[in-house]
């Protein structure tokens, strides 16, 4: 996390007096600088509950994504025996029918566990659907209530990110639940923090107003920005191009919060952008309510509530809602925070790559040969697992492993054409036509 140098205790040589009451005072322009300009936490360990409803999916769109997971996890439909296309369409439209609940009803429910620092990151997750009817491996469905969640609801995922002096990070994830994890190498920037944490940690439009009050230190788009003098008195007299910017008491609470208005204008001083904040009156980086509007129509395109706010600064509730164009809800989320330490250290272990004994291990960052030996080992001992789906995953996944390895794949074929089930012996079967057929 890069740090940005800017002197927060600014000195305005001349106080301007605004001509009209609502242009931000000299007072009120240090506040703002303060916030905008807030240094961002070193390392933050925080764990919270989060509810989404997103209806941006369609039903179309949902049942494309089950069809081409089911896809990559048993083959094509072209090559599934009618026992498995009927429980594909019974799988799609099991998972489009909770998704659709989701969207409607109970919205899509999380608990993350997020732990970062400069160039450390990881996000523990799990997930908890509504209650729903599931496709057993056997074929038959199963009644599942709705899954809670508190603080004794263990994890299922965990994903780390560490970053190298190159910007290259190694990642690596853990799937509890099915006991695997996996090692690469990525080379794009990270995001696995910029969600949540960013919405609550950073004051809403503190890069706009960095940019429009101050000095862009070295050209990036991103900074960092020094304090500008001649900007904040341009601020305050209503004279700085291309902003506009309004501070007024709240009127539901005009003792403890201010009302921030700002507006953007373009060169030829059109508003192409609105957006209001209600702040703590001594802290505007405490922000209670920020909306966002069109100034085409004024319908609003996105709003953050917070509350609950603790010593540091942090809120512990919060809800966000984004709107489409004719201003009706696209998204809307809901945070409850558990816990939070900003600024402490996290322990190294935390961000190794150290996977229990019993977990099945893919590590991308080993050389190829070694990689592929590893993965054939580990799918061969996936061939014995009790649940069929996991077999026959296994044995289609070494089809294409050992594809120019015909005698060492005919051996392992003919050896699962006794499986109990239909549909791995099925697949061994046509592995073992194709074989036939190349040779």
Known sequence: MKKVIVILSIVISVKIIANTPDLPSYQQAEK??????????????????????????????????????????????????????????????????????????????????????????????????????????????????????????????????????????????????????????????????????????EMPNDLLLRMKMGTNVNGSLGGPYDVNETKINQLC??????????????????DVKDRIEIILYSQEGTPFYESTLICDKEDYSKVYYNEVRSPVGKHLISTRTCSNFDSQGFPHRATLVQYDSEGKVKIHETYLVESVRLNTPIPDEIFKFNPPKDYAVTDWCLPPAERQAAEIARLKGLLGREKWPDRLKALAALGKHLKDKPAELRKIAATMLGDEHPAVRERASQILQEIDSGE
């Open 237 to 254: 007299s209503g004279t700085l191009k291309g902003i506009s910017v309004k501070i007024q008491p709240d009127k539901d609470a005009p």
């Open 32 to 201: 703002l600088v303060a916030a905008a300009w807030k240094a961002p936490p070193q390392s933050i360990d925080i764990t919270y509950y989060v509810t989404v409803r997103d209806t941006t999916k369609t039903e179309q769109d949902l049942r494309e994504i089950y069809e081409k997971a089911h896809e990559q996890m048993y083959g094509p439909p072209e090559q599934l025996n009618s026992y498995m296309l009927e429980n594909r369409e019974r799988f799609v439209q099991m998972n489009v029918g909770r998704c659709l609940k989701e969207q409607q009803e109970t919205g899509r429910r999380h608990k993350l566990r997020i732990r970062f620092d400069e160039n450390r990151q990881r996000v523990d997750t799990v997930y908890a659907p509504p209650a729903r009817t599931v496709l057993k491996s056997s074929g038959k469905e199963e009644f599942l209530p709705e899954k809670k969640l508190d603080a004794n609801t263990p994890f299922d995922m965990s994903i780390v990110e560490v970053k190298d002096v190159n910007d290259i990070s190694t990642r690596f994830e853990y799937v509890h639940s099915n006991k695997t994890a996996t090692r690469k190498r990525v080379k794009r920037k990270s995001s696995l923090e910029n969600g949540m944490i960013k919405k609550l940690i």
